[in-house]
T-cell receptor, first 114, second 112 residues
Framework: DGGITQSPKYLFRKEGQNVTLSCEQN?????MYWYRQDPGQGLRLIYY???????QKGDIAEGYSVSREKKESFPLTVTSAQKNPTAFYLC?????????????FGSGTRLTVV | GEDVEQSLFLSVREGDSSVINCTYT??????LYWYKQEPGAGLQLLTY?????DMKQDQRLTVLLNKKDKHLSLRIADTQTGDSAIYFC????????????FGSGTRLQVQP
């Protein structure tokens, strides 16, 4: 079955560490996205990519980095520069352009700073 | 800029209808979506409406779009306890950035 997989489901980070969240899709979608979810604030866009080797900053890109070396993969690194990284992170993918299919979401990674 | 707003909480009794409202600012929106999120999970697409439509019905779900007022609503008929979740509206503008803008989500609580 086609889908989008995020790992790990739970991640704990010490202060000052970088961590990388994985996102893989086998839907043959060109576009991929990272959103951050905090209680009561909905989803905020971190980065998105519409083609391999290219990506754009979203609304809250500071303290995060991404790469898009393969169509299937869009990992997100939360760097030590991100001052408040504890949140639920959601990855999504879609075909290019607006369609009735919207986005397909992964099941999320909950990151906690300890 | 693009902004999407929703009320945060709605409580209904099982069997009643639920109406979740959303307002948006981008007049160039092409598609508008409703997503459902259960605890600790990702978002699941429930339904969508294209911007040239006023209404769309899909089983228990009815979406109404008022383009003049930039107002979108989701009606769930015969609400069940399994409908308890957070509901997000999202819009995709025609110009500008090529990513969905989401509202803050409405938590629907269904009382038995």
């Amino acid at each position: 079955d086609g889908g989008i997989t995020q790992s790990p489901k739970y991640l704990f980070r010490k202060e000052g560490q970088n961590v990388t969240l994985s996102c893989e899709q086998n839907l043959n979608h060109d576009a991929m996205y990272w959103y951050r979810q905090d209680p009561g604030q909905g989803l905020r866009l971190i980065y998105y990519s519409q083609i391999v080797n290219d990506f754009q900053k979203g609304d809250i890109a500071e303290g995060y980095s991404v790469s898009r070396e393969k169509k299937e993969s869009f990992p997100l690194t939360v760097t030590s520069a991100q001052k408040n990284p504890t949140a639920f992170y959601l990855c999504a993918s879609s075909i290019i352009g607006g369609t009735e299919y919207g986005y397909t979401f992964g099941s999320g990674t909950r990151l906690t700073v300890v | 800029g693009e902004d999407v707003e929703q009320s945060l909480f709605l409580s209904v009794r099982e069997g009643d209808s639920s109406v979740i409202n959303c307002t948006y600012t981008d007049s160039s929106s092409t598609y508008l979506y409703w997503y459902k999120q259960e605890p600790g999970a990702g978002l699941q697409l429930l339904t969508y409406i294209f911007s040239n439509m006023d209404m769309k019905q899909d089983q228990r779900l009815t979406v109404l779009l008022n383009k003049k007022d930039k107002h979108l609503s989701l009606r769930i008929a015969d609400t069940q306890t399994g409908d308890s979740a957070i509901y997000f509206c999202a819009e995709r503008g025609h110009t500008g950035r090529r990513a969905l803008t989401f509202g803050s989500g409405t938590r629907l609580q269904v009382q038995p």
